[in-house]
């Protein structure tokens, strides 16, 4: 059977049973913070099992894609030379909840296992739960008894085995049970198999199917308890059952992975065997792992789950350097995993070009330092020893990843010194929170946190307020650092600024020029107006620069906008890597791996303007994270959040977890000006724009240009475009005129300079300055003297704006048969004039410092010549 039978038969098998089929959940979890990677069937079914939720079905059959490359579920070292393990996988699985149990899950897994797809009992095992004294659990008879009386499970195949191979759990408390797992031996003959050999395990037995039977809850405690509702949870490996069915004893030679490494063996022109098989296959893997995780809208990152795409990326940018493939070549490959697994997950196919867009950039951005960092590796190997220092050099300088190193360096036979890197890191992360601390200290004056309640927030329904102060600073310059038990100053976070405005008492008023959180609460930063530093206590009036915050509130509602327009235009991959919002202009980063078109552009532009004439209402509430998430809120993967949280509804357009401060409808606006956009990192961009008044003042600018332009130009607007073209090609045409003429005078000036060659050990040779005028044509001067010289060498030198120009030419007779190269020649006569360069043999250029040196460097021509030719 092809493998995308055997996918799609174990799927009609069960909904024969009467099982609902459900998509694959996301390989990125969209609601699990706990989780970097689905990395198993049960995932999407969780909140069932734990009892959050329900479904409207009872019975299940799907095929989920995976993750394992982190965690306790890490694979990533046995990937390449185990025959079975991945990094990306599909899991197979039919579930009960609260349905069916033991007894149909047995007879259906043997059903179309021997029947449906025929395969050799002889060659069958199960496993069941033995039992575990010390939690009160019995022996899984149960399980035991009916793999004899429901199936013909040869006797004696049934073998019992501990919690840790036969008792799942979710966790160290929760839904938890015994499983039974099917095994397949692999061997040459089915008919010398023995209990003991199964147990000694190895490559000739693969689990091909475990079947979970939660039936128990585990409390906080660990005590178990019997559950109400008993489930079933199954799961098959794709690439193993395919293995299987296609008699193949490695799920590499299964028509699952040889299209994509044909495909890689057609890119590097190597055949896949010896150490090429073991790099094919890891980068067939990890590729395919990309692909997915890309389309699910995952992003190469510096940490979390983007750190484990990075790591994987480059692990396979180093495979592919072991096949000769020195560029990027991964972003070639998604569409052979679109060929083969697109039908199954249409998402891969409709994100292709993107996914290979971040592949790309991604790997050439590596590429830069990869060679290097190989280089220093082989130097750094000679040591016998990698140590934590040199791992960690070429983790922060070169980015590899602490497993790429052990992985080279187990090839070598070299030991890694895990701890000294771990060491190494931990002191960098020190210097970091040193330095953040110190910049935080000196502009804030920063300490331990406050004691007792103080900083109390009214500023999203109060913009001024009756305060007590806490704790009062000013320095002698009139610098003042207040805290207040209550205020309605936003502080700065989430990218908003912190509020300006004026905080009055009895004898004193402070200009508040910025607000931060700091000790544990709100920190006002301003100056003295009035009043002395004593004067700083009791009870204040507090009031917001109302229109700084009107203006601040505008932009940080734009953001949302903006985020979800650039979503509905470049795709729901977009994700907010950062943002700016202050009075005056907004900017928004986010994470998309190619520059916007100008049509999407506008598009962008458009839609933003369009919810702010619809006059949205904005409206904010709180609710419990994993509701708010269920909700579709849009969250910053890496960001801790507390458990009730605030969510911002922009009408039905948008809806975001964020704590800043907004307008109360997007009429309040007004308008919304884009006014750039462009890279910042791989696979990051930023855009920056403008609303309201300076959306306005924006457009009013634009237009004094173009009228400015207009009247230079003698010009409407409507025609300028028209008329710049015009200009511009004027100037293209009066360039090339200008260059032909060049070409004319250097031709003359050829036949002017070979007349006055003089000759060095029987060697034609011109060394001579030319004219400022001539310093743009030296290159074609110098070509013209080779062509005319015949056989011979030439050294020009000009000064342009103070600068120097030396250019040498030989000839190729004389390069052949007496060794001559221009670029030793140029970089001589330079360094008698303070300069240096080099280049080819026929030609080399160079630059020097000092114009009143060229005049002798040249006249030392004949000297140099004569010392090379000695050499």
């Given at each position: 059977m092809k493998s995308r039978e055997i996918r799609e038969d174990f799927q009609r098998f069960f909904e024969e049973h009467g099982h609902q089929r459900v998509p694959s959940a996301p390989v990125v979890p969209k609601d699990d913070p706990t989780l970097y990677f689905t990395n198993a069937g049960m995932?999407?079914?969780?909140?069932?099992?734990l009892g959050l939720g329900r479904r409207d079905y009872t019975r299940a059959v799907d095929t989920q894609k995976c993750i394992r490359v982190s965690g306790k579920h890490n694979d990533l070292e046995e990937v390449g030379p185990s025959p079975r393990h991945h990094t990306f996988f599909e899991m197979l699985g039919n579930w009960s909840f609260g349905d069916y149990f033991k007894r149909e899950a047995?007879?259906?897994a043997w059903e179309l296992l021997t029947r449906r797809w025929g395969i050799d009992?002889?060659?069958?095992?199960?496993?069941?739960?033995?039992?575990?004294?010390a939690s009160g659990l019995e022996p899984d008879t149960e399980a035991e008894d009916l793999w004899r009386q429901t199936t013909d499970l040869l006797e004696g195949r049934v073998v019992r085995l501990s919690a840790k191979d036969n008792f799942w759990e979710m966790g160290a408390s929760g839904p938890c049970g015994p499983c039974s797992e099917i095994h397949y031996y692999l061997g040459d003959d089915p008919d010398k198999q023995s209990v003991e050999g199964f147990l000694a395990g190895g490559n000739d037995y693969v689990e091909i199917w475990n079947l979970v039977f939660i039936q128990y809850n585990r409390d906080e405690q660990g005590q178990l308890h019997l559950l109400p509702a008993k489930h079933v949870d199954t799961g098959m490996g794709f690439e193993r059952i395919s293995a299987v069915l296609q008699g193949a004893k490695n799920n590499y030679d299964t028509d699952v992975f040889k299209p994509l490494i044909a495909r890689v063996a057609e890119l590097s022109g190597k055949a896949p065997e010896g150490e090429a098989q073991i790099a094919m296959r890891v980068i067939a893997d990890h590729v395919r792992a990309l692909t997915f995780a890309i389309a699910d809208g995952a992003l190469p990152a510096n940490e979390g789950r983007g750190y484990v795409l990075r790591r994987l990326l480059r692990r396979a940018a180093r495979y592919g350097r072991q096949l000769e493939l020195h560029q990027p070549f991964l972003h070639q490959l998604t569409g052979a995993v679109v060929a083969q697994l697109g039908e199954a997950f249409p998402e891969i196919a409709a994100k292709q070009s993107h996914i290979s867009l971040v592949l790309r950039a991604e790997e050439e951005s590596f590429g830069k330092t990869l060679d290097r960092g190989l280089e220093i590796?082989?130097?750094?190997s000679q040591k016998g020893q990698l140590s934590g220092e040199d791992t960690f050099q070429l983790y922060d300088t070169y980015g590899f990843p602490l497993d790429l190193t052990q992985l080279m360096a187990r090839e070598r036979g070299l030991s890694v010194d895990t701890e000294g890197f771990e060491a190494a890191l931990e002191q960098q992360r020190q210097r970091a929170r040193?330095?953040?601390?110190?910049?935080?200290?000196?502009?804030e004056g920063v300490e331990d946190a406050l004691p007792g309640p103080h900083s109390r927030f009214v500023g999203y329904d109060e913009l001024e307020a009756e305060a007590q102060v806490v704790r009062a600073e000013a320095d002698e310059d009139g610098q003042v650092r207040l805290f207040l038990d209550q205020t309605p100053f936003y502080a700065e976070s989430g990218g908003q600024v912190g509020d300006q405005g004026l905080i009055e008492g009895e004898g004193f008023a402070v200009q508040i020029e910025s607000t931060v959180k700091a000790r544990g609460g709100y920190l006002h930063l301003g100056r003295l107006l009035a009043g002395q530093a004593a004067d700083l206590q009791g009870k204040v009036r507090a009031r917001v620069d109302v229109e700084a915050r009107m203006a601040a509130a505008r932009n940080h509602t734009s953001t949302h906008l903006l985020h979800e327009a650039l979503r509905r235009v470049l795709g729901e991959h977009v994700g907010q890597m950062g943002s700016l919002v202050t009075p005056e202009r907004l900017r928004f980063d986010f994470s998309h791996f190619a520059a916007l078109e100008p049509d999407q552009?506008?598009?962008?532009?458009?839609?933003?303007n369009e919810q702010i004439r619809a006059d949205l209402e904005v409206s904010t509430f709180e609710e419990d994270l994993a509701r708010a998430k269920k909700l579709g809120?849009?969250?910053?993967?890496?960001?801790?959040?507390?458990?009730?949280?605030?969510?911002?509804?922009?009408?039905a357009f948008s809806l975001e977890l964020c704590g800043g401060t907004h307008v109360r409808s997007t009429g309040q606006i007004g308008a919304f000006e884009l006014l750039a956009e462009g890279g910042i990192a791989a696979g990051t961009r930023r855009a920056e724009a403008l609303t309201g008044t300076g959306a306005e003042a924006a457009g009013w600018q634009q237009r004094q240009v173009l009228e400015h332009l207009g009247a230079l130009l003698n010009s409407p607007s409507p025609q300028l475009p028209e008329k710049v073209e015009a200009l511009l090609a004027r100037q293209r045409e009066l360039e090339r005129a200008l260059g032909e003429a060049r070409q004319r005078l250097a031709a003359v000036a050829v036949v002017e300079l070979v007349a006055a060659a003089v000759e060095v050990e029987g060697i034609k040779v011109v060394a001579r300055r030319v004219e400022e005028g001539?310093?743009?044509a030296l290159q074609a001067l110098g070509d013209g003297l080779r062509s005319c010289l015949g056989s011979g060498v030439a050294v020009l030198g000009a000064v342009a704006e103070g600068k120097v120009s030396l250019l040498a030419v030989v000839t190729d007779d004389l390069i052949k048969g007496r060794g001559l190269k221009a670029g030793d020649l140029v970089r001589q006569v330079a360094q008698l004039a303070g300069g240096s360069g080099g280049g080819k043999p026929h030609m080399a250029q160079a630059g020097a410092k000092d114009p009143a040196l060229l005049d002798p460097a040249l006249a030392a021509v004949p000297h140099l010549l004569r010392q090379l030719l000695q050499v």
């Open positions: 995932n999407q079914f969780k909140d069932v099992f047995i007879g259906w009992r002889r060659r069958l095992w199960a496993t069941v739960f033995e039992g575990d004294p590796f082989e130097r750094l040193h330095a953040g601390r110190s910049q935080f200290k000196a502009r552009l506008r598009q962008v532009a458009g839609i933003v809120a849009q969250a910053l993967f890496g960001e801790k959040y507390e458990q009730r949280v605030r969510v911002v509804r922009i009408g001539q310093a743009a």
